[in-house]
């Protein structure tokens, strides 16, 4: 009978075991225990903003995440991503009352400032660098070199504007103005969101929207910045904010890799063991807008 009892008290113990790590393995795990703070990463330059867009919307139909600390280490990137991340950041915000902190690491510059400007709070280190609130279009010019080795370009259009841009020739003084109207209108919006996020009078903004980048230190003082603090700090915040007593408990988004060893550290974790983390894709850098 001893025996037997203790075949089953196996039994459970191991089904437990698998049930926990298999629900860590298929993303679940998260959903177990008490009030968390999720941690999203944007690393490098912003290019593409479905990665970002889905943890938000992850966490945001997570019940036990109560805040979000986005951290930032980014130059900047494309128009587009940085907009469609900020949105998302708003919504989670208004619609969800989820509390956002930004945490800038070494840089959070041009679409990383827009994307932090959608937070509660924005946490900075001293030497962080920050700003450059400015649209920025490159266009080479490869008409001479063309030249040189005799190659000659044919264009066929369907309107005079229609190869706009285009690096086989110089540049029209009308082409010129429609570009540089187009950035105005970008810069314009990118105003308007720091002035409302921000909460600053629009001419107090466009005095420093030159291009120029801050120091973490530069930047609170001008408002752009709440705190100077680190990643732990920002952490901290985003728990006080959502009413966590304590230190809050961390969670973020892993690398998936074979589904044995996902597998193996749901287990693992349950004894406090954990295996690496599987290394983050690198990103390849085009071009650069913001």
Known sequence: MKRTWVIVSVAVFVSLLFLFSLAFSLGRWDRLGGS???LITIEGVI???KEVIEQLEKYRTNPSVKAIVIRINSPGGGVAPSQEIHEEILKIRQVDKTPV????GSVAASGGYYVASAADLILANPGSITGSIGVLLQIPNISGLLQKIGVKSVVVKSGS???LASPTREMTDAERQILQGMLDDVHSQFIDVVA????IDRKQVEV???GRIFSGREAQSLGLVDQLGNLQDAIERAGALAGIPGKPTVIQERKRGPFLIDLLRGGLSLFDIDLPIYPPSTLSVSYLLW
């Open 161 to 163: 504007h229609k190869d």
């Open 36 to 38: 968390k703070v999720a």
């Open 208 to 210: 420093i929207a030159d």
């Open 101 to 104: 902190v930004a945490s800038m």
């Open 47 to 49: 290019l593409d903003s």
């Open 196 to 199: 409302k996020g921000r909460q």
